[in-house]
């Protein structure tokens, strides 16, 4: 989403059976973030959320792989 947004937003809009008007994709493109953001570094989050976040997040297969923490190569995103 982030190396091409308007290619991964036509891609989502086809799936989903939407058309996209002139210059929708390039409106939409134009406020995605440059690089990866980690609002989620704004909270103290305390370790029981944590832990329950991540406890709900392994019923679901597809978001293997993610987790809180953010490696140290982009932590100054």
């Excluded at 409106?27 to 704004?42: H, L, M, N, Q």
């Excluded at 944590?50 to 297969?61: H, L, M, S, T």
């Amino acid at each position: 989403m982030i190396r091409e947004p308007a290619a991964a937003l036509s891609g989502l809009c086809a799936f989903l059976g939407l058309e996209t008007y002139p210059g929708y994709l390039e409106g939409c493109s134009s406020i995605v973030f440059e690089a990866p953001t980690y609002t989620r570094r704004a909270v103290a989050w305390p370790a029981a959320l944590v832990g329950e976040v991540e406890r709900r997040a392994r019923r679901y297969p597809f978001l293997e792989g993610y987790g809180f923490e953010i490696p140290d190569d982009r932590a100054a995103v």
